[in-house]
């Protein structure tokens, strides 16, 4: 079946550090990959996604590259800030079925 | 507008217990899904409502668990006895259309603590 394998957390950097969540799926024919992010008090939002092979998600500063070769969908950002702590869940979704989400890595940066 | 609210937050019950929650969708989102999250664990899907019918409920973990959305509006899921292992966080989702064109927007979710 389909999963999602992420990094584990949690992940503590300093403001302005460089940011690589990794994120590697297994799946039955060809996925939209996604990121949500669960801020301290909120609910799940989408962050980013990509759609098919080679296409690359970004928000906010935050960016993944759907990488079919090596099934991955790492998310990453240059410069992370003290509003970037939370929870980040990589998914996948495959036609007629749900989400398949990670384990979640919960992210705290320091100021 | 308002975006997918559940209640309660935060619900704490002893083993054996029966608890309900609800979730009310954004308006005029036919579909709706029930996920949960265990101990720190990944995101779990439970089951998917369009409107009031329950299109795939694959992931209902036993008979414990009982999901109604009368009138296709809101949605209650009801663990009844609850269990230890129940506890965890569950999240409600609505979106609009079906399939993978159809963004999911998630409540804040409601955190059960089973003792």
């Known amino acids: 079946g389909d999963s999602v394998t992420q990094m584990e957390g949690p992940v503590t950097l300093s403001e302005e550090a460089f940011l690589t969540i990794n994120c590697t799926y297994t799946?039955?024919?060809?996925?939209?990959l996604f990121w949500y992010v669960q801020y301290p008090g909120e609910g799940l939002q989408l962050l980013l996604k990509a759609t098919k092979a080679d296409d690359k998600g970004s928000n906010k500063g935050f960016e993944a590259t759907y990488r079919k070769e090596t099934t991955s969908f790492h998310l990453e950002k240059g410069s992370v800030q003290v509003s970037d702590s939370a929870v980040y869940f990589c998914a996948l979704r495959t036609a007629a079925r749900q989400l398949t989400f990670g384990s979640g890595t919960q992210l705290t940066v320091l100021p | 507008e308002a975006g997918v609210t559940q209640f309660p937050s935060h619900s704490v019950i002893e083993k054996g217990q029966t608890v309900t929650l609800r979730c009310d969708p954004i308006?005029?989102?036919?579909?709706l899904y029930w996920y949960r999250r265990v101990m720190g664990k990944e995101i779990k899907f439970l089951l998917h409502f369009v409107k009031e019918s329950k299109q795939d409920e694959s992931g209902m973990p036993n008979n414990r668990f009982l999901a109604e959305r009368t009138g296709g509006t809101y949605s209650t899921l009801k663990v009844q006895p609850a269990e230890l292992e129940d506890s965890g966080v569950y999240f409600c989702?609505?979106?609009?259309?079906?399939?993978?064109?159809?963004?999911?927007?998630f409540g804040e979710g409601s955190r059960l603590t089973v003792l």
């Open positions: 799946a039955t024919g060809y996925p939209s």
């Open positions: 989702a609505s979106s609009q259309y079906t399939g993978t064109a159809g963004e999911l927007f």
């Open positions: 308006s005029g989102h036919d579909n």
